[in-house]
Nanobody, 115 residues
Framework: QVQLVESGGGLVQPGGSLRLSCAASGITFSTYVMSWYRQAPGKEREFVAGISRAGSNTNYADSMKGRFTISRDNAQNTVYLQMNSLKPENTAVYYC????????WGKGTLVTVSS
């Protein structure tokens, strides 16, 4: 059974930082491209960042470049999203995605940026 479990969300003030984690089980983690998506209230789910199987290539949505960093630890079957200089508009549920022939999703972790 495939499981992707996100953690690390919470309430943070504008300008603050959070590090999200996504622990995977039930898949050969190193063979999957891993990504983070988010869904803000009333909006569609959107791509945040992605990382290649070995972690050598990353890509980001334009609005996240320079503030967010995606990384992975294939030995720990975990992908991370370091988020810095957070803004209220970053408030959303953040989802982990594992993609190969099929795509799997976690249940998400809520990030609230507010003073």
């Amino acid at each position: 059974q495939v499981q992707l479990v996100e953690s690390g969300g919470g309430l943070v003030q504008p300008g603050g930082s959070l590090r999200l984690s996504c622990a995977a089980s039930g898949i050969t983690f190193s063979t999957y491209v891993m990504s983070w998506y988010r869904q803000a209230p009333g909006k569609e789910r959107e791509f945040v960042a992605g990382i290649s199987r070995a972690g050598s290539n990353t890509n980001y949505a334009d609005s996240m470049k320079g503030r967010f960093t995606i990384s992975r630890d294939n030995a720990q079957n975990t992908v991370y999203l370091q988020m810095n200089s957070l803004k209220p508009e970053n408030t959303a549920v953040y989802y982990c995605n594992a993609a190969r022939e099929m795509a799997y999703w976690g249940k998400g972790t809520l990030v609230t940026v507010s003073s």
